[in-house]
Every structure is written in C-alpha cells, then in structure tokens.
C-alpha cells in the first residue's frame, strides 16, 4: 500500500479538499444575533402640508437605549431622520437611523411603517457593526404628552436578528 506522500496525485486531491473546507469556514463564522432593547426618543416634526384630507411631515429625532437584554446596544444612542403621511387618518412612512453603540461601532437602518405593521432593515455598519444585515421591527410601549408643539417624546421597543460577516 502506498503512502500519501508517495502519491502526488491523492496530495493534491487531499489538499484541494483542505482548502474548499477552509473557504467554508467564514460562512459558519457568520453569527446570527437576537436582539431587544427599548430606546427613548424626543422629536421634531416639520410640517410641509395638512389639510383635513393629508398631512406630510419631516420628522427628526434623538434618542438612546434605555434597557437592553443584548449587552452590546445597552447605552446606544440614536438619530434618526424621516416622513410621514396621513391619509383618510391612516399614517404611514419611513425614514432612516444611526445607531452608535458605546465603543463607537455604528449601523445605519431603515423604518417602514403603515398598515398596522412595522418593519426594520439593518443596512450598513461600521467597525464590529461592518457587514451588519437582517432586521425586525418595532412598537411604541408609550408616548408623552408633547413638550411642545411640534415635538414628540417617547420610548419604543425594538427586536430581531442580524447577522455579522
């Protein structure tokens, strides 16, 4: 019986396998991450038109995480920057936020909302956030009475998973 070093061609065909299983190794690298956390906000809204029928707004607003079950967004701060309409007293809209976790890592996302549904899309990040994907959604837990006209002042409950390369 021969051995594998005495058979160049069962070498390479060994080491080919090596390395096809190598270049799997990445992907089970990837890790799936669960997250829930509730972030407090204080806003503005511009209004660009209203009328009884329609309402459009500009929207902008601060905020940070106040409670978190994934230690990595506790403490996260948050701005984010969107439109909403209103129709026949139905509101919908969407918008985009940055997120800066307590090491300076960050994610920028994108909120749809209407219909009764809310959906969140993870689009970018940077440093450990880099390659973020995935998503979920959210829910407003309450809402304040508004400090002044114009302004908002709540907390919200945000979940689901992302993935990290």
């Not at 809204?45 to 309402?55: C, K, Q, T």
């Not at 936020?97 to 549904?117: E, S």
């Not at 969140?120 to 998503?135: D, N």
Request: hydrophobic share 40%; charged share 15%.
């Amino acid at each position: 019986m021969r051995s594998i070093q005495s058979c160049p061609v069962l070498r390479r065909h060994l080491g080919c396998v090596a390395l096809a299983l190598l270049a799997a190794v990445p992907a089970a690298w990837a890790a799936e991450v669960s997250y829930d956390f509730v972030a407090c906000t204080s806003g503005r809204s511009n209004l660009l038109f209203g009328s009884a029928e329609f309402v459009a707004t500009g929207d902008e607003s601060f905020g940070v995480v106040a409670s978190s079950t994934t230690k990595e967004w506790a403490g996260a701060t948050t701005h984010c920057v969107g439109s909403m309409r209103v129709m026949a007293g139905n509101p919908s809209g969407s918008g985009f936020c940055k997120w800066v976790q307590t090491t300076g890592d960050t994610a920028l996302g994108q909120y749809w909302f209407g219909d009764g549904k809310q959906t969140w899309t993870w689009l970018h990040g940077t440093g450990k956030l880099a390659g973020i994907s995935g998503g979920g959604t959210f829910k407003y837990l309450f809402r304040g009475k508004p400090v002044e006209a114009g302004t908002s002042q709540s907390c919200r409950q945000d979940w689901g998973k992302y993935t990290l390369p």
